[in-house]
């Protein structure tokens, strides 16, 4: 566009400069003419004036001084150009301007001219230089009345007088001035500074091939130059003047523009290319630019979105996308009937390792976990991380049980492969809860629950195992959340009762301590016992104010008892391990002591054999604390773990109770009886007190005071009653 | 240092020297006037625009009237090419081109030296050139600066 703007304009340039120049040339010859025609005129005016003049001068006076007359006078035009000579019928120069042509015989003129009184026109050459004669005869009347030969009078001028106005600066070298005769003969002419004579000029032809030769210049071409030319003829004289203008000059500045022209648009066309160029390269550049900033804001926003709906850590679709995936798929299975099944997998020692091994131990485990499970089902079937160490499958088109128990045979296995996590091998397993669409449910928060259920129940069932939800297990549920829900207000509204199970001396029987535990009396569920609520007291952060609460009231009932005046006992109370290592545990005894008044001495706290196990310094240090008190401690359940003896020995442990398969295996073979004397026996020789546990009947315990070479030091009733039953009996 | 110079450079310095100072054989040519004349002095710019017809004052206003021999006499050609540096030719094309033109006419042209000579005593404006020959004690000579 740009570059046929610039190349048409330049074109509309040198085209109008040429027409303007065309024109210019025109009205320049035009003018040249007319001047021209104006000297030529005036010039041969003067030479006719002058011929009369003489021949007046001459047919008035004597013949032998007319010139020099005329010449003192000043009367005739400058010798210096101007050749006057009288002649007489004979042809000899009787008188002359120039003195070097006296006496010589000059050629007669055309009779015609001689008898016609007329400016006759010739020329001669003289010298070197062309000359152009002017004559008229020196006495006309006479002549044409004798009819005989006359004088005449002749001046001879140089021809180039005639083109000396010529001027290169207007007419350049190849321009022309021209004298021409009638009979198209060039008297004279000029072109630059050459002068040319005798050559034939067809300026007849040229004046009828134009309808106005002599005011509008037209072109000829002549002796190879075109010219610009008018020709005009001269009123009174048999003379054409002819001025031409060299075409090819008069434009050589136009055509010199014309190139510069040209150039120029060709420099502008390059220059507008590389502009063009540059701006195309710095749009493409742009364009590219703006791009990429697009490319990355879809890449980013593709990024968001998979942020959105995946999990950071495993890369594993989230909650969000994991609920909208089985959204589809509820729509689905309407529509084409298909079923699916929901996998609830639950990691069971995770927080295990979180805790031990660090969270990015816990963080990497997750992720081979992620990967394990991945790799476990069909690529159809999607994998989801619902946070923490919860995942859930999601499978495609099964409907029957012996469909998913092998994939979940495989999941169970795949998990229970050994972990390599900070350097160290690890074991997990997971528990597996299963829903089935659409038996188990028909929208996403239904099976969700189901099968969360269900993996509950495998929880609850010892662990990595796959359960499958059942509506009796929905029914287990609602009771746990009748619990669940009823632990929150059951310390508030004093739902929780202690009972009591006494201890008793072997010889005599009499009644040395009190073991105190837990009941809660559920408004509707009746009589609980703690493995029915704690574990959901403990996952609901109840457990610790429980244990708390049973702490206190152990000991205030005690100090009830003394002030009633019953003989001071011992009251023990079984401290769960999560108690036991609670930070605040010792806290807890100081303040239950204080606030009772209770002595130390009497208390009795109840530990596992299995938690001595578990952390044998930890243990140490928390019994060491526990003794600078003067607060007794227990082992219960004696004989069922495996304690090593050492540890044993160095913890400072006063009473150890035998657990009830122990002491029923006093009664059974020899090498039961041996086996279970010499546990007994061993507590005794490391100082601590034995007593028998789960001593049912009083048969029973009539049977081991009988047998004094049991080395119990006494026995617990098998049965609890509370406070006031207690009481009562204690009467 | 002429030992240094090309054997054209030389030739070219004597031609140039040798143009200087050399006067033609012929008699020498001098510009006068009448003895009454009102100036003794023209400079060779002043010379040539009078006998040009490029002008009739000169300094002070004062009309000059040139004169001039006929084509063909020695003195001519010596006082045009000497003192207006131009050839007769060319003085016969200026006067062709300026008579032709309409601008002027040529100085008048007397036939010898003798005639100028007998001029310039009777017109006091007239300025002319004359074989050194006929000089004599009615004339100056013009010096030409």
């Known amino acids: 566009m740009m570059l046929l703007i610039i190349w048409g304009s330049t074109y509309f340039l040198v085209n109008k400069e040429r027409i303007s120049?065309?024109?210019?040339?025109?009205?320049?010859?035009?003018?040249?003419?007319?001047?021209?025609?104006?000297?030529?005129?005036?010039?041969?005016?003067?030479?006719?004036?002058t011929l009369k003049l003489v021949r007046f001068t001459a047919n008035s006076r004597d013949h032998s001084s007319v010139l020099n007359v005329l010449n003192e006078q000043r009367l005739l035009p400058p010798a210096l150009l101007f050749t006057i000579s009288i002649v007489d019928s004979q042809g000899m120069v009787v008188e002359t301007t120039d003195p070097g042509l006296l006496g010589q015989r000059l050629t007669p003129p055309a009779q015609a001219m001689l008898d016609g009184d007329y400016l006759a026109v010739g020329e001669k050459g003289a010298y070197q230089a062309k000359q152009i004669t002017f004559t008229r005869p020196l006495r006309p009347e006479q002549e044409s009345a004798q009819g005989g030969g006359s004088g005449w009078v002749i001046i001879a001028i140089d021809a180039n007088?005639?083109?000396?106005?010529?001027?290169?600066?207007?007419?350049?070298?190849?321009?022309?001035?021209?004298?021409?005769?009638?009979?198209?003969?060039?008297?004279?002419?000029?072109?630059?500074?050459?002068?040319?004579?005798?050559?034939?000029?067809?300026?007849?032809a040229w004046k009828s091939s134009t309808l106005d030769a002599v005011s509008a210049p037209f072109m000829t071409h002549w002796q190879g130059v075109e010219r610009y030319t008018l020709v005009r003829e001269l009123y009174d004289f048999p003379l054409s003047i002819v001025v031409g203008l060299s075409a090819q000059e008069q434009l050589a500045a136009a055509h010199q523009l014309a190139r510069n022209y040209w150039q120029r648009a060709g420099w502008t066309s390059g220059l507008l290319l590389i502009i063009l160029a540059m701006l195309g390269r710095l749009s493409w550049q742009l364009q590219w630019a703006r791009q990429r900033v697009m490319e990355e804001r879809v890449s980013h926003a593709q990024q968001v979105e998979h942020l959105a709906f995946h999990d950071m850590l495993t890369d594993l679709p989230n909650r969000a996308f994991l609920s909208h995936l089985i959204t589809q798929a509820v729509k689905l299975g309407g529509r084409h009937s298909e079923s699916f099944a929901l996998l609830f997998l639950d990691l069971d020692r995770f927080k295990l390792i979180n805790d031990t091994l660090g969270h990015d131990a816990g963080d990497l485990l997750l992720q081979e976990?992620?990967?394990?499970?991945?790799?476990?089902?069909?690529?159809?079937?999607?994998?989801?991380?619902?946070?923490?160490d919860e995942f859930v499958i999601l499978l495609s088109k099964v409907s029957r049980r012996d469909q998913i128990e092998p994939i979940g045979k495989k999941i169970l296995s795949a998990a229970r492969e050994p972990f390599m996590l900070a350097g160290q091998e690890c074991h997990i397993s997971v528990s597996i809860g299963v829903s089935l669409y659409p038996f188990d449910g028909l929208d996403e928060q239904t099976l969700m629950k189901s099968a969360d259920m269900a993996m509950y129940q495998a929880k609850q069932l010892g662990k990595n195992n796959i359960q499958f939800y059942t509506d009796e297990l929905s029914a287990e549920m609602d009771v746990r959340l009748t619990l669940e829900s009823g632990l929150h207000?059951?310390?508030?509204?004093?739902?929780?009762?202690?009972?009591?199970?006494?201890?008793?001396?072997?010889?005599?029987?009499?009644?040395?301590?009190?073991?105190?535990?837990?009941?809660?009396?559920?408004?509707?569920?009746?009589?609980?016992?703690?493995?029915?609520?704690?574990?959901?007291?403990e996952e609901s952060g109840l457990a610790m104010p429980i244990a708390q609460w049973v702490l206190e009231n152990a000991c205030r009932q005690n100090m009830l008892w003394q002030q009633e005046g019953f003989p001071t006992l011992t009251m023990a109370v079984n401290i769960s391990a999560r108690q036991f290592y609670d930070n605040s545990f010792v806290e807890?005894?100081?303040?239950?002591?204080?606030?009772?008044?209770m002595d130390p001495r009497l208390l009795e706290l109840e530990i596992t054999e299995s938690m001595l196990l578990q952390n044998v310094q930890r243990t140490a240090s928390i019994f060491a604390e526990i003794k600078k008190?003067?607060?007794?401690?227990?082992?219960?359940?004696?004989?069922?773990?495996?304690?090593?003896?050492?540890?044993?020995?160095?913890?400072?442990?006063?009473t150890l109770k035998v657990s009830s398969s122990v002491v029923k295996r006093l009664s059974g073979t020899r090498r039961d009886q041996q086996l279970?004397?010499?546990?007994?026996?061993?507590?005794?020789?490391?100082?601590?007190?034995?007593?028998?546990?789960g001593v049912a009947s009083h048969e029973q315990a009539h049977f081991i005071g009988s047998h004094s070479s049991l080395p119990f030091h006494g026995f617990y009733s098998n049965e609890p009653l509370s406070a006031e039953e207690n009481g009562q009996k204690e009467k | 240092m002429l030992k240094r110079l090309t054997g054209s450079g030389i030739s070219f310095l004597l031609g140039a020297m040798l143009s200087m100072t050399y006067h033609p054989a012929s008699a020498e040519v001098l510009v006068v006037v009448s003895a009454e004349a009102p100036f003794t002095r023209l400079t060779s710019s002043d010379l040539r625009d009078v006998y040009l017809g490029r002008r009739t004052l000169i300094v002070n206003g004062v009309q000059v009237v040139p004169l001039d021999l006929t084509e063909g006499t020695a003195a001519r050609s010596e006082f045009y090419t000497?003192?207006?540096?131009?050839?007769?030719?060319?003085?016969?094309?200026?006067?062709?081109?300026?008579?032709?033109?309409?601008?002027?006419?040529?100085?008048?042209?007397?036939?010898?030296?003798?005639?100028?000579?007998?001029?310039l005593v009777s017109d006091a404006k007239a300025l002319g050139y004359i074989d050194s020959s006929f000089l004599d004690e009615r004339l100056r000579v013009v010096t030409i600066e």
């Open chain 1, 21 to 49: 120049i065309e024109r210019q040339a025109k009205l320049s010859v035009g003018e040249i003419t007319d001047t021209y025609e104006a000297r030529v005129v005036r010039a041969l005016r003067e030479i006719d004036t």
């Open chain 1, 161 to 204: 007088y005639f083109v000396s106005s010529y001027e290169v600066r207007s007419l350049g070298q190849q321009g022309l001035l021209a004298l021409v005769s009638a009979e198209g003969i060039v008297r004279v002419r000029r072109s630059g500074d050459t002068i040319h004579s005798g050559e034939l000029m067809d300026i007849g």
């Open chain 1, 369 to 388: 976990v992620a990967r394990r499970l991945t790799s476990s089902v069909r690529e159809s079937d999607v994998v989801a991380r619902l946070g923490g």
């Open chain 1, 489 to 537: 207000r059951a310390l508030a509204s004093h739902e929780f009762r202690l009972f009591f199970q006494s201890k008793h001396d072997v010889e005599v029987g009499s009644t040395l301590g009190m073991e105190a535990l837990l009941r809660w009396q559920h408004p509707t569920l009746g009589l609980l016992e703690p493995a029915q609520f704690m574990p959901l007291a």
């Open chain 1, 588 to 597: 807890s005894i100081k303040e239950a002591l204080a606030t009772t008044g």
């Open chain 1, 629 to 654: 008190l003067g607060v007794m401690i227990a082992v219960d359940d004696f004989g069922t773990g495996y304690s090593s003896l050492s540890d044993l020995n160095a913890l400072p442990v006063d």
């Open chain 1, 676 to 693: 279970s004397s010499s546990v007994i026996e061993l507590g005794k020789c490391l100082g601590m007190e034995v007593f028998a546990k």
């Open chain 2, 82 to 119: 000497h003192y207006t540096g131009q050839t007769p030719a060319q003085i016969k094309s200026h006067w062709a081109r300026q008579i032709f033109t309409g601008r002027g006419q040529p100085p008048q042209a007397l036939s010898n030296s003798r005639a100028v000579v007998e001029r």
